[in-house]
């Protein structure tokens, strides 16, 4: 059977079946890149979720595997070698699960390095940027009377969303016809951003077509529609 004990994060959330990759999470945008990324490779795995409202995320058994106490990350039992990986960074995570499938990732150097480079546009742009907007429009920001960091992020996010839409004026996605972890990385926080942060209308979603042709596509997988609401939220008491 296999030994996970040597991670003081099995301490607090034990693994019920612990040759299947364990997963520490969210269904936040960040989060379900990772679940959305396993229900679509089929790996085996076991979803934990991270109790932000009881500070979980800063308790020392998860620091001992993510020390900037951020949610996704993952232990895959069956790593490189056929040793343990603890593994966080959502990008990174889906970097690695691509790499360990064989799935989702352009297979000639090229290719791999375009992905990449959207992966990271994403991690560094669109993640950032529409977080800021979202806490601006929905949460405390919001009764800030001055509106200019509010519409500097507005501004920003409707760049951002313009790039996107212009790169899949001719693509079915963002790498072209074939689905990938940019899609998996990118679309979440498309989501986020007209549902959650309730922003569609200040953005100005509606002309970005393209952006919502993909978007309703994304949404549309089995393996999104699952991996959205995992981890499932406690049974109510």
């Known amino acids: 059977m296999t030994d996970l004990s040597a991670f003081p994060i099995t301490r607090k959330w034990p693994a019920a079946?612990?040759?299947?990759?364990?997963?520490?999470?969210l269904p936040t945008p960040n989060g379900v890149k990772v679940?959305?990324?396993l229900e679509e490779t089929g790996l085996a795995y076991e979803p934990h979720r991270v109790d932000f409202g009881g500070n979980e995320q800063l308790s020392p058994e998860f620091l001992s595997l993510n020390p900037n106490n951020k949610i996704p990350a993952i232990l895959d039992p069956d790593g490189p070698g056929g040793k343990p990986l603890a593994l966080f960074e959502s990008g990174a995570?889906?970097?690695y699960l691509a790499e360990k499938t064989g799935r989702f990732l352009p297979a000639d150097a090229a290719g791999r390095y375009e992905a990449i480079q959207w992966l990271?546009?994403?991690?560094?742009?669109?993640?950032?940027?529409?977080?800021?907007?979202?806490?601006?429009n929905k949460f405390a920001g919001k009764d800030y009377e001055d509106k200019r960091p509010r519409d500097r992020y507005v501004a920003e996010s409707r760049r951002l969303l313009?790039?996107?839409?212009?790169?899949?004026?001719?693509?079915?996605?963002?790498?072209?016809?074939?689905?990938?972890?940019?899609?998996?990385?990118t679309f979440p926080w498309i989501r986020n951003l007209v549902g959650f942060y309730e922003a569609g209308e200040?953005?100005?979603?509606?002309n970005f077509r393209n952006v919502q042709r993909?978007?309703?596509?994304?949404?549309?997988?089995?393996?999104?529609m699952a991996g959205l609401a995992i981890p499932a939220a406690p049974p109510a008491a």
Do not use: C, K, N
Request: glycine fraction near 12%.
């Open 17 to 25: 079946h612990p040759e299947r990759l364990q997963l520490y999470s």
């Open 35 to 37: 679940s959305i990324m």
């Open 93 to 95: 995570i889906l970097l």
């Open 120 to 136: 990271m546009f994403q991690m560094g742009g669109i993640g950032p940027m529409f977080g800021q907007l979202g806490f601006f």
């Open 162 to 185: 313009g790039v996107l839409d212009t790169r899949l004026a001719e693509r079915e996605w963002i790498m072209g016809s074939d689905y990938g972890i940019a899609d998996i990385a």
């Open 202 to 206: 200040l953005v100005g979603f509606e």
């Open 214 to 224: 993909a978007l309703a596509a994304f949404i549309a997988r089995p393996a999104v």
